[in-house]
């Protein structure tokens, strides 16, 4: 049976000034099909693990200027009757897995949502892009945001 609309939205922000044009977007798309909003960041910690151990002072920081950054947007979501509820999901780790693992699979979203970019030339080479592994790895319809 084909499910009409969506009930679990998760959107994947990557801390890049797209981000802002792609939270408003799902918080649309949430809104059209009444459902919940997730949103999702994972903070990168392969760069903090090659340097040995890193600090949890450090990843507050960082998962403090996140939600600072998306928080107008949030109460924005918050306030639309039409957003069954609005949910905030940070984790440090891979990017990938951490995603995979301990959001998607967790979740079990109906749509994933991201932005087409975010990562520089350099990185995109060698690690490829996270709307292709999304692509590659999730069950749900996937939507890119360009």
Same mark, same amino acid.
């Given at each position: ?15 890049? &000034? ?5 939270? $408003?977007? *799902?918080?649309? @798309?949430?809104?059209? /099909? !009444? ?8 903070? &990168? ?5 090659? $340097?040995? *151990?890193?600090? @949890?002072?450090?990843? /507050? !920081? ?20 039409? @957003? ?63």
């Amino acid at each position: 049976m084909i499910q009409e609309g969506y009930s679990k939205v998760f959107v994947a922000l990557d801390g890049t &000034d797209q981000q802002d044009f792609v939270l $408003a977007r *799902a918080i649309k @798309v949430a809104a059209n /099909n !009444g459902a919940k909003l997730y949103i999702g960041h994972v903070i &990168d910690s392969t760069a903090l693990e090659s $340097a040995g *151990a890193y600090p @949890v002072d450090l990843i /507050n !920081g960082l998962e403090t200027a996140f939600r600072d950054s998306i928080a107008p947007a949030v109460e924005e979501a918050k306030a639309n009757p039409d @957003v069954a509820d609005v949910e905030i999901i940070i984790r440090a780790g891979r990017i990938r897995e951490t995603l995979k693992d301990e959001m998607l699979d967790v979740i079990q979203p109906d749509l994933v949502m991201c932005g087409a970019r975010g990562l520089s030339s350099i990185k995109y080479a060698l690690l490829g892009s996270i709307s292709t592994f999304l692509l590659r790895s999730t069950d749900c319809d996937i939507l890119v945001v360009k």
